[in-house]
């Protein structure tokens, strides 16, 4: 039976109310954790007591800190261990710290699996006995594949983002890690997602327990403390006002957000022309790389960061002044989680959107999502700045970055990022060049007999020769056959003559002028007796002839 927690209006509590131990209460005071938001207070009413949960919420409310304090305080209570999964290397990345954090005056150990890095390294880590694992589904699965991983092994479980997970294609994964792990009677599984589709909840009826589902209300939404405008702008002005809003603005740390990766890279190097520190990244970039370049945005060593929608969730910059939609997203869920990267923690923070001509059909849907216009405004000649990159050749090396990433998964599958290991294709090209020599002796003795079949003929070529000699006049009596191809019966007097002149000699034609149709009935029909006695007449009268002269 499902139970339905819907939370429009909240009153803060304090983590001081909760069945909390001590140790992790000292520590959530050091980090300034101190009043619960409302995914957090009514969670953890039914997370610490050991039941399932389903929770709705949206970004910026404070579900991680939901989910790590009872899975810390279990360990502290029965030492139980916990499994998290989630859907992007950086939300993974953060889960982690979020744990070492709050776990810091504990023995606890973690672990973060997930593509892009050192196989060996993170199986080092698993081996150190962590007891808590934070993966992405694709590396989970080559480490329970290969034996690393017993999933019986524990006994909470977390997805994450699961909403997100379900549309990069995750559903047969998790389905797979599910039958590997204890019965849903036996485990503690809570679910945490954005938005509540059919197939989430067709998804969390299957995993969990008799779960209780809580559902934060749009207007519950830290969205509300966000100061959110949007400007028009003309498609070839679109970088000029990005750059006069900057001027305007001068924030300590920004992020745009661009809808494709080749914008992103190419719209990084132009600010970098025109004066402004940046970086950016995407899904191509090494593991190591972005994880280098998010650590400079939050030590403030990078003004701005340029992002696709990879940093739209999971990401976590304290005090992030300003958030810039370059382009409107084109699934107006994206806007929220992009824009909630400001105003975390209920501090308030700023959102600007560009509307040009190419993205600003996604306008409607995103306001229909947050329940209220964006104030918007036209893009003025005096927030137009000067583009000193303006005809120049910006060199990208976003494809060369693609090339490593791709070659070392053709040879290493286990370094790609959410991929799972597929040892058993390795062993097919072996079993393959092991079963070629058994054919060739085959196709080896059927050659050598088509040679022989043509050496029997060529003896016989002297005969052809001889045959070939008679040709013409074969030919050419099949010329005439074939221009007398009319039954015998149907020809005419002259075709007659022509056709047994043909075929008994020029010899026919003296003895046969006067008589041709006669002579072709002898050969079908009996010789009438009437006939010999002429013949025979006209021979005698001959002879007589001669002895007179």
């Not at 329970?144 to 994964?173: C, H, P, W, Y």
């Not at 006069?244 to 603005?249: A, F, I, S, T």
């Not at 050659?447 to 013409?472: C, D, I, M």
């Not at 039954?487 to 006067?514: H, I, N, Q, W």
Request: hydrophobic letters at 30%.
């Amino acid at each position: 039976m499902v139970i339905i927690i819907k939370i429009i209006y909240y009153k803060s509590m304090k983590f001081e109310n909760f069945n909390i131990e001590k140790r992790i209460l000292e520590t959530l005071t050091e980090e300034g954790y101190i009043e619960s938001t409302a995914v957090q207070e009514e969670s953890l009413k039914i997370t610490l007591e050991g039941k399932d949960v389903i929770v709705q919420s949206q970004t910026g409310t404070g579900k991680t800190a939901a989910f790590v304090i009872p899975i810390v305080n279990s360990f502290l209570k029965t030492k139980t261990r916990a499994l998290i999964i989630a859907p992007t290397r950086e939300l993974v990345v953060q889960i982690d710290k979020e744990l070492q954090k709050i776990g810091k005056n504990t023995e606890i150990k973690t672990a973060a699996v997930f593509g892009g890095e050192g196989y060996e390294k993170q199986k080092a880590k698993i081996n150190n006995k962590a007891e808590i694992l934070v993966a992405t589904p694709g590396r989970l699965m080559d480490f329970a594949k290969s034996g690393t991983i017993n999933l019986k092994d524990f006994d909470i479980l977390v997805l994450d983002e699961a909403d997100r997970m379900l549309d990069m294609g995750f559903l047969q994964d998790i389905n797979w890690i599910m039958k590997k792990m204890k019965p849903r009677e036996q485990r503690q599984t809570m679910l945490f997602s954005a938005t509540l589709n059919t197939k989430t909840r067709q998804l969390a009826w299957n995993l969990l327990n008799n779960p209780k589902e809580i559902e934060i209300s749009p207007e519950s939404v830290v969205i509300d403390k966000i100061e959110q405008s949007l400007y028009h702008v003309a498609s070839e002005e679109k970088f000029q006002l990005l750059l006069g809003l900057l001027d305007r603005e001068k924030p300590e740390s920004a992020i745009i957000f661009v809808n494709t990766k080749y914008e992103t890279e190419k719209i990084s190097k132009r600010l970098n022309l025109n004066g402004f520190k940046s970086q950016f990244i995407m899904g191509d970039l090494p593991q190591n790389k972005r994880t280098k370049i998010i650590d400079k945005v939050k030590n403030k060593e990078i003004d701005i960061l340029v992002a696709t929608d990879v940093a739209a969730r999971g990401l976590h910059i304290n005090n992030l002044d300003l958030v810039i939609n370059y382009d409107i997203p084109e699934d107006f869920e994206n806007y929220v989680h992009r824009i909630g990267r400001t105003a975390r923690a209920g501090e308030k923070g700023k959102a600007i959107t560009l509307a040009c001509p190419k993205f600003v059909y996604g306008l409607e849907a995103i306001e229909k999502y947050i329940g209220h216009k964006i104030p918007s405004d036209y893009a003025r000649e005096e927030l137009l700045l000067e583009d000193k990159s303006k005809g120049a050749v910006i060199q990208l090396d976003r494809s060369s970055n693609n090339k490593k990433p791709q070659q070392k998964s053709n040879s290493n599958r286990q370094r790609q990022g959410n991929s799972r290991q597929q040892p058993p294709k390795k062993s097919y090209p072996k079993k393959s060049a092991s079963e070629k020599p058994s054919y060739q002796p085959k196709s080896q003795t059927e050659k050598p007999s088509y040679p022989k079949k043509q050496q029997t003929e060529r003896p016989n070529q002297p005969y052809k020769k001889k045959s070939t000699a008679q040709q013409p006049s074969n030919k050419n009596s099949s010329r005439q056959n074939n221009q007398s191809r009319k039954p015998v019966s149907k020809m005419s007097d002259k075709e007659r003559l022509a056709y047994y002149a043909s075929k008994y000699g020029e010899d026919f034609k003296k003895t046969t002028k006067s008589q041709p149709a006669k002579q072709t009935q002898k050969k079908k029909q009996p010789a009438p007796q009437t006939k010999q006695p002429q013949q025979t007449a006209s021979f005698f009268g001959k002879i007589k002839k001669l002895f007179k002269k």
